[in-house]
Structure formats: C-alpha cells, structure tokens
C-alpha cells in the first residue's frame, strides 16, 4: 500500500527540521568571530582582624641608662661660650645619636648652672655658658631646652633638667653683670674664697627663687624630670676650710628663740627645701620625677669600713632622711669609687644605700665614667654595672658622670654597646606616681608575600613603642623609636609561623599602654 504525505504534512515536516539544526549550530557573530564568555568577579570583605584574650605577654627588661650633661665652665655643652646656634645644635645632635646607638635611654641636662638659664626665662638671665654674656640672648634666638627637650623625646630618650640650687654664680662664669642674680638678689648672695657667690641656703628669697624656676620649667616644659646635684651648703674647700658665712641668718635664728646647734639648723634649711620641691612638683605635675644626686658617703663608718667626707656633717645634707622618706623618685648617689676601693667599696656603699631605700624608690648610682680610678675604666665601669645589677635587681639603672667619658672614649663605647647596653630596654616603671595612660593603639596587618607589615596609630605622647611577636610558643620583643608607625616583619622565624602580634606604646613613668593581642592566621 502506498504512504502518500499530503502537502501540509510536508510543510511541517520541513519546518522541524530546519529547527533542529538551528539548536545544534551556534550562530556566529557579524564579525565572524566568537564572543568571550564573561565571568562575574565576585569581592569578598577583607578578612576581619582576630582579636585575642588571655595573653600572657613576656616582660621587657627595663634599666634606667643616663648621662649628665654639664654647661657649668662649658664642661660637656656647649663646649665653649661663643658657638653659633647651629653649632649648638649640631653638637647636641651628635651627643643624641651617640646615645641612642649605644642604647641609652635618659639624659640629665644642667639647665640652671648657677642662678642662670640654658633656656627663656622671666626670672633669671641667659647663661654666660651659652653665650659668652650674663643675660645675652642666643642670636637667632631660640630656645635651647625646647630644642633638647623635642630632640630627646623624638629619639626615645628621657629628658631631666638639671638644675643647681644655691649656686649664685660660677668663678668661670664671666664678668658679673647688672643681669646677675648676685646685683638683683645681694641681700642672700655671700661671696666665697674660690671666687664663688652662693645663695645662703637658710634665707626664705633662696628658697622662693629656686622653687620659682622649678614651677616655672615644669608649666612650660615637657620635662621627664628635674634633678639635683649634690651641692647646698658648699664644700669647705670653697671656702678655703672656712665655716660659710651665714652669721646674718644665723643671728636672726638665734635671736628668734632657736635652740638648734648651727649644724641641725643648717641640715633643717635643706631638709625643708628638699622636701618642699618633692610636694610642690608632686601637686604640679605628678608624672614628672624628681632626683637628686648627693655625694655618696652619708657619714664614715656607714657602713662599717668605709672611709672619706661625710655629706652630712660637712655640706649639711641629710640625704638618708630623703630617701628614708621617700622624698625623692629615684636617688643616685655619687658612687665615684672602683668596685675594689678599700675606703670607698661601691658595692659596700651600694649595698647600704639599698637597705636605706625603705620606700621602694628608684636606686640608680652615679657612676664616675669619665675619671675612675682604674688602669681601665672600661672594664671598670662594666664592673660596678653588673655589682649594680646584681644589688638592685629589678628596676636598676645608673647615671654617667659625664658623657665626655663616653664621647671621648672609643673604648667605653665598644664596652658599651657590644656588652653592657648590647640591648634596648625601656625605662624603669614608677609605680606610686600616677599618671594619664596612654590608649590602646588600633594596629592594623597586612601580608605581603613571606611578610607582615604591622601598622600603628602614632601617639604623640608616646616615648616609644614595644612591639610582640609570637613565633610558635616563642615570643620576640623590640623597643621601636616613637617616630616609626610601622613595621614589616617574618612570616616564619626558626622554622616557626608567626601567630600573634601585640604592639603598646610606652608614656610617663614607663608606663604601657593596654592592647589587644591579633592572630596573624
């Protein structure tokens, strides 16, 4: 039988097929050429920061290392009276760096050498030893303290003004001017044998100007701290053996009904200042620290064995009842002696003044860097570090008397920085002054290749920054300058990965800012 399509079914049979191999055949463009797929890229919100809690951070080593700088008789800075602005500045600079590399991390400046001023003030005349003139302004004028203070701060170090109370004026501080506190204050000044004037220590104006030029630095000056040195009442051989001559208030005291033998008067006029200056600066400013460096022998047979001056029967300083009262934030008493001197034993002297230290002040000794009495002072003064070391423990430090030991000798600064100071440390904590704490920082972390970069927020009150890193269950520390804000480091370190990172910054008194600890997973 024969199968006959119709004309419409054939029709339709035509249609389906040319739509068949439509389907399987892709169309090409007018050009010819094929069009590229496009991919959506899709962007995911960085990875979040992972915050820890319950991190036990190790503990930095901290020691106080200072030097004195003297600019009594040009001394140490500026190294002569007639040095141009730039001079100046260009010498303290190089002191500075010299410091930092070898790891120091405070300076004691003299500021007020003797009823002067390295700095601007209303109440005293510029210093003969910065410009060669009593009340001779630095031309360009500026501002020497403001200039250390800015210098040191940027560097990581603290700044203490050094300051000579009763000193009126210097046998090397040139031609006595209408400028001179010994022409505008002649009633309280007494001129001694070896060409010095000297405040008398027992006068009220004496005391009323010295605490006047305290307050008057502290308001004005970013200061870390002020110190003392170890003269109130003058050596003897100032005064060419003679008793000082403060018959007038002597007179005044004995006529008013005192009974005090003239030596426990005398020891009282600086007892009431010494403790005055605590307070005052105390109410002021409480985080800035205050210092005094003393002679280093209280009395002879303190203790037993010991042999030389005695501070408190010849310059009338009782600096036992300072530290005892804990009138003072740290006490550096002048320890000049080698470790092995027979009369003068720095650790026996050291040892004592410890067991003295019954408030838990700081304890830093002052060591005689520049002139000790050794065939090797290097070795020497690496000695009396460690003997300070093992006595103080926790807390320890020392002053250097004076930086041109340490300037002027490749051979301390090689002891220096290869042993002694071959790492940074931070400053000392002073736990019973208060101070405002510094906020946590907002750290940031990034990777970059087999790196991290870790960044900051600078604080500008900040002296420095501590950096944290954990590598396995290994912590690594580092004192960083507080000009950095940044810093790239290992994504490994002896094979280990770093998993967290911390970074504190460190303000007054030592003190560390809180954190919070991030995972670098």
Sequence with gaps: MRFRLSFFQILLLAIFVVSCATK?????????????????????????????????????????????????????????????????????????????????????????PSADALYKSTHEPWSHFLTGQIGLAPYPEYD?????????????????????????????????????????????????????????????????????????????????????????????????????????????????????????WRRGNVNKFVKRVYDEIKAQKNDVKFGISPFGIWKPGYPTGIKGSSQYDELYADAKLWLNQGWVDYFTPQLYWPVDSPGQSFPLLLQWWSDENTKGRHLWPGLNTVAVKSPNKATEIAREIEVTRQIIKNNTGEVHYSIAGISKSYEMQQELKNNSY????????????????????????????????????????????????????????????????????????????LTTVVVRSVGKLGKLSPYKAISAN
């Design 24 to 112: 399987t055949k892709k169309s090409p463009t007018k050009s010819g050429v094929k069009k590229p797929i496009t991919k959506t890229e899709i962007k995911l919100p960085p990875k979040p920061v992972v915050q820890l809690n319950n991190i036990k951070l190790p503990e930095i080593k901290r020691e106080f290392r200072a030097v004195w700088i003297a600019s009594v008789a040009n001394i140490n800075w500026p190294s002569r009276n007639d040095l141009s602005v730039d001079q100046q500045k260009q010498e303290a600079i190089q002191m500075l760096d010299m410091l930092v590399d070898l790891n120091f991390n405070a300076v004691i400046l003299q500021v007020r």
């Design 144 to 264: 020497p303290l403001e200039f250390w203070i800015e210098e040191c701060h940027k560097r990581g170090l603290e700044f203490h003004a050094w300051l000579n109370p009763f000193r009126a004026h210097h046998s090397n501080g040139g031609a006595i001017s209408s400028e001179s506190m010994v022409r505008k204050s002649p009633d309280n000044v007494v001129k001694l044998k070896n060409g010095m004037y000297w405040f008398d220590p027992a006068d009220d104006r004496t005391q009323d100007q010295a605490s006047k030029v305290i307050k008057d630095i502290i308001s004005r000056y970013d200061v870390d701290g002020i110190h003392l040195d170890d003269y109130f009442y003058p050596y003897a051989e100032y005064n060419g053996g003679k008793d000082f001559p403060d018959y007038k208030t002597w007179s005044v005291y004995q006529q008013s009904g005192g009974t005090l033998s003239r030596a426990d």
């Design 422 to 497: 071959k790492d940074k440390v931070l400053i000392p904590e002073t736990n019973w002054l208060a101070s405002e704490p510094l906020s946590e920082l907002h750290v940031n972390l990034k990777k970059e290749s087999n790196n991290f970069v870790i960044s900051w927020n600078k604080q500008p009150e900040a002296l420095s920054y501590v950096i944290y890193l954990k590598y396995g269950d290994n912590w690594q520390t580092e004192i960083l300058s507080p000009e950095l804000i940044n810093k790239t480091v290992l994504s490994f370190s002896n094979g280990k990965k």
